[in-house]
């Protein structure tokens, strides 16, 4: 079984300044995908960002990047240039390559954003 | 944002009422998800149907019901809502890939409350 943590139920961060929202996994299938989604306050569930296990490279989506480390099974999330409307929950999922799109979410940091 | 819908927005209703919570998407996706997420907490799968006639329990377990008669529709239904039901309820959906897995689209949620 798929297992995701996030060990920061809350950071915060100056505007404009970066962050690094960490989570770790734990997957015994050697082919996955890794998501961080973002969750606004009474607002829809978005995809902030996308990687294939099997891409050496890690994902950049304008402001936010990630920290893909295989071996350490870990998928941290950096925004740069932090904006108010970053703020939001967001959350770490993974989902097996045999699992057919179904995805197993971590607990979710929440992120204030000061201006 | 993507076009997946959920109705109703929010929901209060009385312990042993029928209720159904619908969501339709007009993206043509063929998987579609129902996840529970209690306030400021992880998302679990309860649901999910790979298309037309396929249902799935998710790895949460869950009382609610699902039907997939139309590749568009995929409502929940409560028999007998009862106070533990009381959660928000998320509908996804994610496109048809031969890798297996893809990005899901979320829908805006459904607040349950059961008094």
């Known amino acids: 079984a798929q297992t995701v943590t996030q060990s920061q139920p809350e950071m915060s961060v100056q505007e404009a300044e970066t962050v690094t929202l960490s989570c770790t996994y734990d997957?015994?299938?050697?082919?996955?995908?890794l998501f961080w989604y973002k969750q606004p306050p009474s607002r829809q569930m978005i995809l902030v960002i996308r990687q294939e296990a099997y891409k050496q490279q890690n994902a950049t989506e304008n402001r936010f990047s990630v920290n893909f480390q295989k071996a350490a099974k870990s998928f941290s999330l950096k925004i740069s240039d932090s904006q108010l409307g970053d703020a939001a929950m967001y959350f770490c999922?993974?989902?097996?390559?045999?699992?057919?799109?179904?995805?197993?979410f971590g607990q979710g940091t929440i992120l204030t954003v000061h201006p | 944002e993507a076009d997946i819908y959920q109705t109703p927005r929010y929901l209060v209703i009385g312990t042993g009422k029928k209720i159904t919570l619908e969501c339709s998407q007009t993206?043509?996706?063929?998987?579609m998800y129902w996840y529970q997420q209690d306030p400021g907490m992880e998302l679990h799968l309860i649901h999910y149907?790979?298309?037309?006639?396929?249902?799935e329990k998710g790895d949460l377990s869950s009382e609610s019901t699902v039907s997939r008669i139309r590749t568009e529709h995929f409502p929940l239904t409560l028999e007998s809502a009862r106070p533990s039901h009381t959660s928000q309820y998320l509908c996804?959906?994610?496109?048809?890939?031969?890798?297996?897995?893809?990005?899901?689209?979320f829908g805006p949620g459904t607040r349950l409350t059961v008094l």
């Open positions: 993206m043509g996706h063929d998987k």
């Open positions: 997957t015994s299938e050697s082919d996955y995908y």
């Open positions: 999922a993974h989902a097996g390559g045999t699992s057919y799109g179904k995805l197993t």
């Open positions: 149907s790979y298309g037309v006639n396929s249902t």
């Open positions: 996804a959906s994610s496109p048809p890939t031969v890798i297996g897995t893809d990005t899901q689209y």
